[in-house]
C-alpha cells in the first residue's frame, strides 16, 4: 500500500515563507510523477506544481516564480519551497503521485493546512 505523508504547513504572514515536505512509502516504480495540490473554500482542487522522475516541472500560472518543486528519488520524498506567500494562497494542500504500472494508479496525502494572514 503506497501511503503519503506531508509536513510543513502552517500560519505565515503575507510576503513569507513555507517549505512542504512529502515523504512516500510503499511499492512505487522509479517512473512517476509527483505533485502538489491545493484546495481552498468552497473551489475544486488545483494543481499547484508537478515534477516527473526525470525532473521535469509544471507550475499553475498563480505560483510561478514564487514556488519551487523539487523531489529526491533515493528517498522517495517531494517538497515544495513557497516564497512570497499571498493570503490567496490559503488552502489545504495535497501531495500526490502518479504512476503506471498496467494500469494508472493514483495516491494521495492527507493534506496539510496553509493559512496566509494579510
Known amino acids: 500500500q503506497v501511503q503519503l505523508v506531508e509536513s510543513g504547513g502552517g500560519l505565515v504572514q503575507a510576503g513569507g515563507s513555507l517549505r512542504l515536505s512529502c515523504t512516500i512509502s510503499g511499492s512505487v516504480p522509479s517512473r512517476n510523477t509527483m505533485g502538489w495540490y491545493r484546495q481552498a473554500p468552497g473551489n475544486q482542487r488545483e494543481l499547484v506544481a508537478s515534477?516527473?522522475?526525470?525532473?521535469?516541472?509544471t507550475y499553475a500560472d498563480p505560483v510561478k516564480g514564487r514556488f519551487t518543486i523539487s523531489r529526491d528519488n533515493a528517498k522517495n520524498t517531494v517538497s515544495l519551497q513557497m516564497n512570497s506567500l499571498k493570503p490567496e494562497d490559503t488552502a489545504v494542500y495535497y501531495c500526490n503521485i502518479k504512476f503506471w504500472r498496467f494500469k494508472t494508479y493514483e495516491y494521495w496525502g492527507q493534506g496539510t493546512q496553509v493559512t496566509v494572514s494579510s
Open positions: 515534477i516527473t522522475s526525470d525532473s521535469i516541472t
